[in-house]
């Protein structure tokens, strides 16, 4: 039996490193996904309302777009009354200043609840680890404590 335990702790160390470390790599890429997906729809969100506070809606706004790695140019929008908001997919709908908050509060809501359900996976893989990491530590103390046993140089 203490043959098999070096071969089975390299094992669970290969699981351990090429799957489970993976795996949590790749939902916490995926939660970042979602946190920056928010972050813009919440920026969104506060320039709709200063839109709407300063009652810029019917005037023409000039205002700068980011073109790429900051690079701004000036643009001029003659209605700010309305808006085109990706909704996903590539698609782009317009809007309404009100459509759009109100489309904005749903599409937050749905990405806090994406990325709750991240978190809770996130901590799933990581229990496993913490298991993995155990089983591994008895193992290992196994295979120490068969060594010692064996070379007892008292009796």
């Known amino acids: 039996m ?13 699981f351990l490193n090429e799957t489970l470390r993976s795996d949590l790599r790749k939902i916490f890429e995926a939660r970042d996904k979602i946190y920056n997906q928010t972050a ?9 309302e200063r ?15 980011d073109l790429g ?19 996903g997919f590539g698609f782009y709908v317009e809007f309404t200043l ?32 913490n298991i993995i990491l155990e089983g591994l530590k008895e193992m290992q103390q196994m295979d120490v404590s068969a060594k010692k046993e064996q070379r007892n140089i008292w009796s």
């Open 69 to 87: 790695c900051n690079f701004y140019c000036q643009a001029n929008v003659p209605d700010a009354s309305k808006i085109f908001v990706r909704v």
């Open 98 to 129: 009100e459509e759009a908050l109100r489309f904005i509060e749903k599409k937050t809501a749905m990405l806090t609840e994406e990325a709750n359900k991240l978190t809770k996976d996130a901590n799933k893989v990581k229990a496993n680890i």
């Open 51 to 65: 839109i709407k506070e300063t009652d810029l809606s019917q005037d023409e706004l000039k205002t700068k777009v």
């Open 2 to 14: 203490t043959e098999n335990i070096p071969l089975k702790v390299v094992e669970y160390e290969t």
């Open 40 to 48: 813009e729809y919440l920026q969104l969100k506060n320039v709709i």
